[in-house]
């Protein structure tokens, strides 16, 4: 689709945020109580933001990128052409169900593709707003919404698209990537991860606790970067428990359950879950479960073992456990010997302790937001375009060959090693 055909569509997907905007955060309020600040923030505004870079950039980000030639290819134009890969798919999750649906759409439309939309039935109100009020803000005959549970999912990615973009756990991750390998289809994933957070002997506790309470318990602990898990010495446990309480307190409330700015539980089944995961250590603050309500206060969980359940699954709600370990060095082995996670928290004063914890790499395959999204949509061909007029030059290749011609082309050819690098 041309740049044009692709503006008009980004600007319509920009206005479906503007006019649905109140029925937005009543759908993420009934599907997971999400307050209407986080919803605001994190569904619309970071939505919007990467459309409006993304329209400022487009023009720029779909020119062709020009090449380094070798001698052989001097009077070539050698470049790279971003063509889009055709009819993608795309899959949102539940935990943040309009922008991790929508910020794949926007790169998948600046790239020039078609696209079929299925967001989470777990939502369902938004998974019913996309349904009934998107495609009427694009075009049909390009961009699709499905509705679909885990039976017709399975049917859907029966069929050959030419990417799949999916954001949810590891475990249907296994599942879209094994559909696409069925028709060598690339895939992009966001899996999540387990993400550790080192808290040093040296740093402010209560900056610290203010951090890690509000990444942990925003949107009730139902965030993909969230730190799952802290990492400290004991002697810092007995510094930062009374700190994380009194924050909590600060955020929410003497009773949390009573803050319109804490969510809940997005359905029964993940209710469950956490509550089985609350099993694991013993609970040093909150505790409290409603199923009725699908409330489970904003918990922090110590004395749990590298055994436990709440140590080994994805937590994704409001329960953070501490670890002990005597060092650093140790939480460095804890975070090594275990599955990369999506994100890594570091809190120290000394300078040194961020660099060393943060070589990690992502739960999951590919990148994406700004430009790397509209990359991922992108297939980058690798293009030479040789007049016909300089078919004097292609002689030396063609047969018969001779000893000459092998030295005149490899000199032509040849890249030279210009000699080591340092590394800083």
């Known amino acids: 689709r041309p740049m044009e055909y692709r503006v008009a569509q980004l600007e319509a997907l920009g206005r479906f945020l503007e006019e649905k905007k109140q029925e937005i955060l009543e759908a993420t309020a009934l599907d997971l109580g999400k307050p209407p600040f986080e919803a605001e923030l994190t569904e619309i505004l970071l939505c919007k933001n990467e459309l409006h870079e993304t329209l400022n950039n487009l023009c720029q980000w779909m020119k062709d990128e020009h090449v380094e030639r070798n001698m052989a290819t001097q009077l070539d134009s ?21 922008n991790l649906l929508l910020g794949p759409l926007i790169g998948a439309i600046a790239a020039g593709n078609c696209a079929v939309i299925k967001p989470s039935e777990m939502t369902k109100n938004v998974e019913k707003l996309m349904a009934e009020a998107l495609p009427s803000y694009l075009d ?7 509705s679909a549970g885990v039976q017709e999912t399975t049917r859907l990615l029966e069929n ?16 879209v990537m094994a559909a696409a390998a069925q ?3 690339p895939v992009m994933l966001e899996l999540g991860g387990k993400n550790p957070c080192y808290v040093s002997d040296t740093c402010d506790v209560r900056s ?7 990444g942990r318990f925003f949107n009730a602990g139902q965030t993909c970067v969230a730190p799952d898990y802290v990492l400290c010495t004991l002697e810092m446990q ?4 009374p700190a994380l309480q009194k924050v909590i307190t600060e955020f929410y409330g003497s009773n949390p359950r009573e803050s319109s700015d804490f969510g809940r539980i997005v359905d029964e089944k993940e209710f469950r879950r956490l509550q089985m995961l609350l099993r694991s250590g013993r609970v040093a603050i909150g505790g409290q479960t409603d199923e009725k309500d699908l409330y489970i206060a904003p918990t922090v969980v110590v004395d749990v073992q590298p055994s436990d359940p709440i140590m080994q699954d994805i937590i994704l709600g409001p329960i953070l456990p501490i670890f002990i370990v005597a ?6 082995d804890f975070i090594n010997n275990r599955e990369r996670p999506l994100a890594v928290y570091a809190f120290s004063s000394d300078d040194k302790v961020c660099p060393v914890l ?3 790499g992502c739960s999951g395959l590919g990148k994406y937001h700004g430009k790397f999204t509209f990359d991922t949509f992108s297939h980058q061909r690798g293009c030479l375009h040789r007049n016909m007029g300089l078919e004097a030059l292609n002689a030396l290749r063609y047969p018969p060959y001779s000893q000459h011609r092998v030295g005149i082309v490899c000199a032509a050819s040849r890249v030279k090693h210009k000699g080591s690098c340092t590394l800083l």
Do not use: Q
């Not at 470049?79 to 993608?88: A, E």
């Not at 049909?140 to 499905?146: E, F, L, Q």
């Not at 050959?160 to 599942?175: A, C, E, N, Q, V």
């Not at 007995?238 to 428990?241: F, I």
């Open 160 to 175: 050959k698209f030419d990417y799949i973009f999916f954001t949810g756990s590891p475990s249907m991750g296994r599942l």
């Open 327 to 332: 060092n650093m060095d140790e939480a460095i």
């Open 140 to 146: 049909r005959d390009c961009y699709a919404v499905v």
């Open 358 to 360: 943060c070589v990690t």
């Open 208 to 214: 610290v606790a203010r951090r890690v309470a509000w």
């Open 78 to 98: 050698a470049f790279i052409r971003k063509d889009p890969y055709g009819v993608v798919l795309i899959m949102g999750p539940w935990c943040c169900p309009v």
């Open 183 to 185: 028709h060598l289809t």
């Open 238 to 241: 007995e510094k930062l428990l």
